[in-house]
């Protein structure tokens, strides 16, 4: 009797964790993409991932605050065919520049990428080779949280 | 000097299977001598990692170009600190001081027992030494430290400047601290398994080293949390990434132990748990190393690939498949010796921690690795933002704090009906009083998450003291002690518990820091002139000159600015950026003015010819209780394993044991 009540307890609690970890997991889904792959304009939000295409600012830090935004081009990896043209506000990692590899989110709009403010990333592409290891890099890219309450 | 070090490495994992082996063969009828052999050895991996360790020192300091590690990591202009800690800024370098620390604990393991535990001791060493024939095959065959370069150049490439930081020097030998002293309770856990010896000896042998690990784990997180927060210039300290993921989550389930082996220790309860969590811990550990090494999750982080990540995979699942048939061939000698009477009792509530706890990690984890299961399922790599995870925390982390005050109240066993209430009263009254101040303190009900942490902060506080109180006063009455020395004794006595509760303090003020912060900072973008203002969250800023300047290795902009509240001067800022000359690199000069209850936080982020200063500030409050947290659970930890004055004639086999029930719950 004791041990079907536990059971009962056990399973009860752990319904109640899969549904809150599934109903949180519901609003909050990104997908990866290519710039060729930004198919959906329904509002579906990716996390683009390319290379900054040459002639990317130099002041892009102070354009990201400027009025209309700092607009840049990301390209496919493997395929420089493959672009889209990205309009971002917020923080600019200190390490963005023309041929950086980085992670953008947001969502498409009239055929430009909109991104979410503060949500650009760098990463270090394995060319340079000073690729500092592990958790000393990391947070270098990490996107700005939005501070809201949940 | 590549040659020596090399040499150390591989006469290190010579010695380290030798260990295993005689460590093995001790066990065996007649065979006892080999123990002696086996433990020797592990000094000797010991000493020869150190040296190990040595050479990749020396070579940092003297600058010898023709190891790749130095020359990519150092430079001969580089301060000689940051020559040290570039030891830990490549993924070799990392790897070797994970090896040496295993090799040091494993020497501390075996010095502390030379003469107990004797028969746990060989399993013991073969587990250590184990783990460390992996790591020494890894440097030796995979990754070496000590490659060298065909051309060497004349000079270094040096440090990221983001990582010529303090707090960069002692986090991640801190964050290792704690992954590799959780291998030692693991150890001691296989090694009862095998034996056989189930009682509570092994998890009393292993205490202190739990609450060390978990203590440098926890404080390796939020060392990495303050360097974020004030090297990156994004305003924030957490940002559920896969890498703070890595080491939150065995931190998670080492808190989850350390409160179920009370259950053990007390009820003889929860022993096949307490056997998973322990391995899950360390299982985790080498997850966190994998996830960080691996590149698996490479699209969101820049991990140089790499080729460890398979050697990991395979480590984890030896361990994990290897542990469990342990225990699976043991559930016969782990059955419980009680079952739970009360669903309101201290061993239900550790329980239901417990739940939440290892919830929570299994959340983070579900959430850390859904890029690579959603691409193994649906072919589209899809990640979860950061909503979830704090849609997630959210009410898993309030109850764990209603829990942290609850708990220690409740009396073993079962709790009767009057004693809950005779005991409650006080905390209930406290937070109902508190409620009606937070509401007009934070303004309103529109922050509902943030007013029920601090409501429920003042509840379980409430909830400690008046334990601190009740046991004061029992003192104060029994033993005709003063109030204070009533006060001293408690935790001289006890130290163990009311450790515990001074971690629960650095607990609540944890949570009422990261609720503050995360749901009342303001933020806004400003530009402005020589003598121009602007208002953030109430804060006048005033442009009071921008300044250029530059030395042989960087230029810098900077800017004075002053910040007012109510017409007067509360802080003068001077934030800058850098831009090294070698890397063209940039680097964020943030300026914090801090105060108890408020970080003004401010980013230059560009000065044009014409002086107009582009700023971004952040009004962050109670940031500081999360750094103050830090220092009380340290304090805690440290009442709580602080070792209690050996009675006079110390018996030997049975001191722990009796020194343990004078320690109490």
């Known amino acids: ?150 | 000097m590549s040659l020596l070090g090399r040499a150390a490495l591989l006469l290190a994992f010579a010695a380290a299977i030798f260990a295993v082996a005689a460590a093995l063969w001790s066990r065996r009828p007649g065979q006892r001598r080999w123990q002696e052999s086996a433990e020797r050895a592990v000094y000797g991996v010991f000493g020869l990692m150190s040296l190990g360790m040595g050479v990749m020192w020396a070579g940092l300091l003297s600058g010898a170009f023709e190891l790749r590690n130095v020359a990519d990591y150092s430079s001969t202009t580089l301060a000689w600190p940051f020559r040290i800690s570039a030891l830990w800024g490549s993924q070799a370098g990392s790897l070797l001081l994970w090896a040496w620390m295993l090799s040091l604990f494993a020497a501390i393991a075996v010095f502390t027992n030379r003469r107990r535990n004797r028969e746990l001791m060989p399993i013991v060493v073969a587990v250590l030494m184990g783990i460390a024939v992996f790591f020494t095959s890894v440097l030796s065959f995979v990754t070496s430290p000590f490659e060298t370069l065909a051309v060497v150049p004349a000079e270094g490439r040096g440090l990221n400047p983001l990582l010529q930081n303090g707090y960069m020097m002692i986090h991640p030998p801190m964050l290792y601290v704690g992954y590799v002293g959780l291998a030692v309770p693991f150890a001691f856990a296989i090694a009862a398994l095998w034996t056989r010896r189930l009682d509570t000896q092994w998890i009393q042998s292993v205490r202190r080293w739990t609450i060390v690990a978990w203590l440098f784990l926890g404080l390796g997180i939020l060392l990495g949390g303050r360097w974020a927060y004030e090297e990156l210039g994004w305003g924030g300290y957490w940002a559920w990434d896969p890498v703070e993921n890595a080491a939150f989550m065995p931190w998670l389930v080492a808190t989850a132990f350390l409160h179920s082996v009370m259950v053990q220790e007390r009820r003889g309860m929860l022993k096949v748990w307490n056997m998973v969590l322990v391995v899950l811990t360390f299982s985790l550990c080498l997850f966190g190393t994998f996830l960080t090494r691996s590149g698996v999750l490479s699209s969101v982080h820049a991990f140089g690939e790499s080729t460890l990540g398979p050697y990991f995979l395979g480590m984890i699942v030896a361990i994990l498949a290897g542990s469990l048939a342990l225990i699976i061939s043991r559930l016969p000698d782990l059955r419980s010796q009680n079952s739970l009477e009360s669903y309101i009792s201290r061993e239900a509530v550790f329980l239901y921690n417990n739940l939440l706890l290892v919830g929570l990690a299994f959340a983070v984890f579900w959430g850390t690795i859904f890029p690579i299961l959603s691409e193994a399922v649906r072919g589209e790599r899809i990640t979860v933002g950061v909503g979830f995870f704090d849609q997630v925390t959210l009410p898993i982390g309030l109850a764990l704090l209603v829990l942290t005050g609850v708990g220690p109240m409740i009396s073993w066993r079962k709790a009767s009906g009057a004693q809950l209430r005779r005991r409650f009263v006080g905390p209930l009254i406290a937070a109902a009083v508190a409620v009606p101040l937070v509401l007009v303190i934070t303004g309103g009900a529109g922050h509902w998450a943030a007013n029920a942490v601090f409501v429920i902060g003042v509840f379980t506080l409430a909830c400690i003291v008046s334990e601190l109180w009740r046991g004061t006063r029992v003192r104060h009455q029994l033993g005709g002690v003063s109030w204070p020395g009533a006060f001293l004794q408690l935790f001289a006595r006890n130290r163990r518990r009311y450790g515990g509760y001074v971690v629960h303090i650095g607990v609540v003020v944890l949570m009422v820091g990261i609720a503050g912060s995360k749901s009342f900072a303001s933020e806004g973008d400003l530009a402005l002139r020589d003598g121009q203002r602007g208002e953030v969250a109430g804060y006048t800023i005033v442009n009071e000159g921008g300044s250029r300047g530059s030395d042989e290795h960087k230029m810098t902009v900077a800017v004075r600015l002053g910040v007012f509240k109510d017409g007067e001067r509360v802080a003068t800022l001077d934030p800058a950026v850098n831009l090294y000359r070698v890397s063209q690199q940039r680097s964020t000069e943030v300026a914090i003015a801090s105060k108890w209850d408020r970080d003004i936080y401010v980013v230059l982020v560009g000065l044009t010819e014409s002086r107009l200063a582009r700023i971004a500030v952040f009004v962050n409050p109670l940031v500081g209780w999360l750094w103050a947290a830090g220092l009380i659970i340290a304090l805690g930890a440290l009442i709580a394993v602080w070792p209690a004055p050996r009675p006079a004639l110390a018996p030997v086999p049975g001191a722990a044991r009796s020194g343990a029930a004078a320690r109490g719950d």
Request: glycine residues 10%.
């Open chain 1, 1 to 150: 009797m004791r041990r079907a009540r536990f059971a009962i307890a056990l399973s009860l609690a752990a319904v109640l964790g899969g549904w809150l970890v599934w109903t949180s997991i519901g609003g909050s889904l990104e997908t990866y993409s290519s710039p060729a792959g930004l198919q959906r304009t329904d509002g579906t939000t990716y996390r683009l991932n390319g290379l900054v295409a040459a002639g990317a600012p130099v002041d892009a830090a102070e354009r990201a605050q400027g009025p209309d935004g700092l607009r840049f081009t990301v390209v496919d990896k493997k395929d420089a065919e493959s672009r889209v043209t990205v309009v971002y506000r917020g923080s600019v990692p200190d390490t963005f520049q023309s041929g950086r590899e980085v992670v953008v989110t947001g969502h498409m709009r009239d055929g430009v990428f909109e991104a979410r403010r503060g949500s650009l990333v760098t990463l270090c592409p394995s060319k340079f080779k000073a690729k500092p290891g592990e958790e000393q890099q990391h947070p270098a890219n990490v996107p700005k949280t939005p501070v809201t309450p949940t």
